[in-house]
C-alpha cells in the first residue's frame, strides 16, 4: 500500500515538476545547425565557453570553416563538423550516421538554420513558399527525425532546442510564407514539449524578435525595391531595435540550461505575445494598422504597380 501511494504522489508531482535536464552546458555535446553566421554562430562561440562539445553545420563552406577556426582559437571543442542542406533529408541522415560513430548520442539538438523572404500572397511564388518551407520546417523535422530518436534511446535525456520567430506568435504584414514555416515549428515543438518528457527531454521554443544578423540584409522583400530610400529608410529603422546575434545566443543558453519552454531575445516579442493573447481585438487594429503601412510602402516604392 506505501509503496502504490509513494507512486502516486511522485506521478502526481512530475505533472507539475520535472527536474532540468541540463543544467549546463560543459562536458555536453551540442548540435547546432546554421552554424556560420548570425544566432548559429553567436550560440556555437557562447555553447563553447560554456564548456560545451560542438557539432556544427551549415549551408556556407566556407564560413563554418571560420567559426570551427574561431573556436578552436578560443580554446573551445568542435568534434565534427560538416557542411550540408538540412532540406536534404538523404543529406541530414547520412550526416547523422556519421555523427553517431564519430561523436556519439546529441545531449542538446539546436536547430537554428533559416532563410526568409517577404511578401503578399499576389507577389510570392511557388518557389518562394517551398524552400522556405524546406528550411525552415522541414530542415529541423529533418535533424529532430534523425538525432533525438537516439536520445530518447539513450534514456538519460536531453534538450531540444527550435528557433521559431515573432512571425511564428504574431500576423505580421507580408509574412504569409515565413509564418507557414515558424508556425509550423512552433507546432511541432508544442507536441514535442509533451511528447518527450517522459524521456527527460526538455524542448525550447526560441521566438526571437529583431536580431541584426546578415539575414536582415538580405531578405528577399518581394514586391518592393529594396534600392528605394524609403524602403531602405525602413531597413535601417528595423536595424536600431534589432537585438546582437550575442544577446539572442545569451537567451538561448539561458533556456537550455533552465529548461524554459518559451526563449524570448528581447522584451517586444514577449509583450506583443501578451498583448494578442489578451486583448484580441486592440492587437487585430494594430495588424491592420502594420499591414496598410506596408500597403502604403510598396505603392510608394512603385513595384507590382500595373501602368
Given at each position: 500500500m506505501g509503496l502504490n501511494l509513494g507512486r502516486r504522489l511522485t506521478a502526481v508531482r512530475e505533472l507539475f515538476w520535472v527536474r532540468t535536464p541540463v543544467p549546463s552546458l560543459r562536458g555536453r555535446t551540442v548540435l547546432i545547425t546554421?552554424?556560420?553566421?548570425?544566432?548559429?554562430?553567436?550560440?556555437?562561440?557562447?555553447?563553447?565557453?560554456?564548456?560545451?562539445?560542438?557539432?556544427?553545420?551549415?549551408?556556407?563552406?566556407?564560413?563554418?570553416?571560420?567559426?570551427?577556426?574561431?573556436v578552436a582559437g578560443q580554446g573551445g571543442v568542435v568534434a565534427y563538423h560538416s557542411a550540408g542542406d538540412v532540406s536534404d533529408y538523404e543529406w541530414v541522415a547520412s550526416f547523422a550516421r556519421a555523427?553517431?560513430?564519430?561523436?556519439?548520442?546529441?545531449?542538446?539538438?539546436m536547430n537554428v538554420a533559416g532563410?526568409?523572404?517577404?511578401?503578399?500572397?499576389?507577389?510570392?511564388?511557388?518557389?518562394?513558399?517551398?524552400?522556405?518551407?524546406d528550411v525552415n520546417?522541414?530542415?529541423?523535422?529533418?535533424?529532430?527525425?534523425?538525432?533525438?530518436?537516439?536520445?530518447?534511446?539513450?534514456?538519460?535525456?536531453?534538450?531540444?532546442?527550435?528557433?521559431?520567430?515573432?512571425?511564428g506568435l504574431l500576423a505580421l504584414p507580408w509574412h504569409s510564407a515565413y509564418s507557414a514555416s515558424k508556425f509550423g515549428i512552433r507546432g511541432v515543438s508544442e507536441v514535442l514539449r509533451y511528447d518527450l518528457r517522459r524521456h527527460g527531454i526538455g524542448v525550447?521554443?526560441?521566438?526571437?524578435?529583431?536580431?541584426?544578423?546578415?539575414?536582415?540584409?538580405?531578405?528577399?522583400?518581394v514586391g518592393l525595391d529594396r534600392s528605394d530610400p524609403r524602403v531602405a529608410k525602413q531597413v535601417d529603422g528595423f536595424h536600431k531595435i534589432a537585438v546582437t546575434p550575442e544577446k539572442a545566443?545569451?537567451?538561448?543558453i539561458r533556456g537550455v540550461t533552465k529548461n524554459k519552454y518559451m526563449v524570448y531575445t528581447s522584451f517586444d516579442v514577449r509583450f506583443g505575445y501578451w498583448w494578442a493573447r489578451k486583448f484580441a481585438l486592440p492587437y487585430e487594429v494594430a495588424m491592420r494598422i502594420a499591414n496598410n503601412r506596408f500597403d502604403h510602402l510598396s505603392?510608394?516604392?512603385?513595384?507590382?504597380?500595373v501602368d
Open positions: 546554421g552554424a556560420a553566421s548570425g544566432i548559429g554562430r553567436a550560440t556555437a562561440v557562447a555553447a563553447a565557453r560554456e564548456g560545451a562539445r560542438l557539432v556544427l553545420t551549415d549551408l556556407q563552406v566556407d564560413a563554418l570553416d571560420e567559426v570551427v577556426a574561431e555523427v553517431d560513430a564519430e561523436v556519439g548520442v546529441m545531449d542538446v539538438v532563410i526568409s523572404a517577404w511578401g503578399t500572397v499576389e507577389n510570392l511564388q511557388h518557389r518562394h513558399w517551398r524552400k522556405i518551407v520546417l522541414m530542415g529541423p523535422i529533418h535533424v529532430i527525425e534523425c538525432f533525438v530518436p537516439q536520445m530518447v534511446r539513450r534514456g538519460s535525456g536531453g534538450q531540444l532546442v527550435n528557433v521559431s520567430s515573432a512571425a525550447s521554443l526560441v521566438c526571437p524578435g529583431g536580431v541584426a544578423t546578415p539575414l536582415v540584409g538580405t531578405v528577399e522583400i545566443a545569451a537567451a538561448i505603392r510608394l516604392s512603385g513595384v507590382g504597380q
